[in-house]
């Protein structure tokens, strides 16, 4: 993206579209239980509190009741529909991650994911949500690097088999499967929203563009949480924001007290945020803050510097929610990308504007 | 292909390399490969010169550009030897740009086998010359193998994380106070 001489102004930015992830289906509800919702009207009723509060992306992932991960996409079928009828135009965004928690019993399995074809039902939803995430390429997830006892330390993430399951974890993605998921996703018409660790990924999804793989709106999210991701170090996201297309519209996303901080860089920048439980349990003075409060946070700062908060009717028109692109080529032109090189085309393709 | 390397992998099989005089030739594909690598000498897994290779291959890893290339290398610490690494015709302009930065090289059939016209293989030794060639016209000789031991350190280790970070031109760990993930128990 170029920054011009006024893009640090609010005016010139596009209002600010929210992400809450408030289900933190890392976490047991015991370790906060008063913000961790069990039952499916708690789950709703969650939404429609984040979504009065400002928020208009919702991160979404479903227990069962017993405090585990659902995996059974009846349940996701039901939040979905239950949230869609209590606040239509907040965006939908089902987490692909670890959304399918697997059926063994074995310690540790909390962390290990599901095989390809039960992760590809995600295509399959009813009501369909207007996005999925999704990772490009395979990596290292090791989501304790960064955490330090005093993060972790009084959760279940200290019982030592579930610390080692989730420092070992790693998030596959490989080229097959990500085709392939983007191939159905679309053709379900949700919207697949890209989580990108590092250079290496914006450069795949710009190859998945340039070879027809992907015809539609590039909404990325930075996930920087270390431990085989991009530390939370600015250097890395401007590095990232520097290389995402014009057109394109980046989160930033990393986790526990790193997340206000980096927040508050991106909403500068004119980039957009995600906060919630799922991303960080803590405020900044080490107090519990619920997924409201985080973003109330938000909402209170973006005041303060004049970004406005996008409406989800905003928000959906910021993340051309629904578009898809006909051709290779008209994808690169929406996207602010340079156009494919023709054969035989010598120096680079030049790019017009819209 | 997948390149398995978890921590619990990764951090014994230094501990082994470590205990039998080896040296870690740190393969990096992009720069949270090498933050890892710092988070493992600020924890004292490692304790020994930083030489890392710059590996861009694409495909999951690093694209051969100077935007990567320029990231990694002021994300890297004064004392770290780096050598840049890439794939097929990307070899020879990679290479040259590493030369005239004052890195390193690596070159050979495992990475390119063309010529960069594509007319004809080249052989490693073929490439090696090329390079040579290419070094003299910048000025810049050709390290003996004596030398290259000196650069790289080879057999040298450090007792300490202070030392260790000390040698390789890292700031110290911060002293007290909360210590973050920085001292993070291994």
Redesign the interface.
């Known amino acids: 993206m170029q920054f011009l001489d006024d893009s640090l102004l609010p005016e010139t930015q596009e209002k600010l579209v929210i992400t809450v992830a408030p289900y933190g289906p890392e976490w047991h509800p015991d370790d906060f239980p008063e913000d961790i919702p069990l039952t499916m009207e708690e789950h709703i009723q969650k939404a429609v509190d984040c979504y009065n509060a400002g928020a208009t992306v919702l991160h979404l992932h479903v227990r069962e009741e017993d405090g585990t991960g659902s995996k059974h996409l009846s349940k996701f079928n039901e939040l979905i529909a239950g949230v869609r009828a209590r606040v239509p135009d907040m965006i939908i965004q089902v987490g692909g991650s670890i959304s399918f928690s697997p059926e063994s019993e074995e310690e540790g399995a909390e962390a290990k994911w599901l095989s390809d074809e039960v992760r590809h039902m995600l295509a399959d939803l009813k009501p369909a949500p207007d996005q999925v995430t999704i990772a490009v390429?395979?990596?290292?997830m090791?989501i304790m690097?960064?955490?330090?006892d005093?993060d972790y330390g009084a959760t279940s993430l200290a019982n030592p088999a579930l610390y080692?399951a989730y420092?070992?974890m790693?998030v596959p993605a490989?080229?097959h499967w990500v085709e392939e998921h983007l191939r159905r996703l679309t053709a379900s018409g949700i919207q697949p929203h890209f989580q990108l660790?590092?250079?290496?990924?914006l450069?795949?999804v710009e190859?998945l563009v340039r070879r027809g793989l992907y015809k539609g709106p590039l909404n990325l999210t930075w996930v920087g949480i270390?431990?085989?991701?991009?530390?939370p170090?600015p250097?890395?996201f401007m590095?990232f924001i520097?290389?995402a297309p014009d057109g394109s519209t980046v989160t930033l996303e990393t986790l526990m007290r790193h997340v206000l901080p980096v927040n508050v860089m991106a909403m500068c920048l004119g980039q957009h945020v995600r906060c919630g439980i799922e991303d960080t349990l803590y405020d900044q003075h080490g107090d519990k803050m619920t997924s409201v409060q985080g973003i109330e946070q938000i909402v209170r700062v973006a005041r303060e510097l004049g970004r406005e908060i996008a409406t989800a009717k905003e928000a959906r028109d910021i993340y051309r929610i629904g578009v898809q692109y006909n051709s290779v080529e008209e994808t690169l032109a929406r996207n602010g990308m340079t156009p494919n090189r023709q054969p035989g085309q010598r120096a680079l393709p030049v790019r017009y504007a819209a | 292909m997948i390149v398995p390397s978890n921590p619990s992998w990764y951090e014994e099989h230094i501990r082994r390399l470590s205990a039998a005089g080896i040296q870690s030739a740190f393969q990096c594909y992009n720069i949270n490969s090498f933050e890892t690598v710092e988070r493992l000498m600020r924890r004292g897994i490692y304790k020994g010169p930083l030489v890392m290779n710059w590996v861009a291959l694409g495909g999951g890893m690093d694209q051969a550009n100077i935007y990567n290339l320029a990231n990694f290398v002021r994300a890297a610490p004064d004392g770290a030897v780096l050598t840049v690494e890439s794939s097929l015709r990307n070899v020879l302009p990679v290479n040259m740009i590493g030369i005239a930065m004052g890195l390193h090289v690596r070159c050979g059939t495992e990475d390119c086998l063309w010529n960069q016209s594509r007319t004809a293989k080249m052989s490693s030794v073929a490439q090696i010359e090329q390079l040579v060639r290419l070094s003299q016209e910048f000025g810049r000789p050709i390290a003996t193998a004596r030398q290259a031991r000196e650069i790289s350190k080879i057999g040298v280790f450090y007792d300490t994380v202070e030392e260790s970070l000390h040698a390789n031109g890292f700031a110290p760990n911060r002293n007290g106070g909360n210590q973050g993930f920085l001292l993070k128990a291994a």
């Not at chain 1, 270390?226 to 530390?231: I, K």
């Open positions: 390429n395979t990596t290292q090791n690097d960064l955490m330090s005093a080692q420092r070992e790693v490989g080229p660790t590092c250079m290496p990924d450069e795949t190859r270390g431990g085989g991701f991009d530390g170090n250097n890395n590095e520097r290389r």
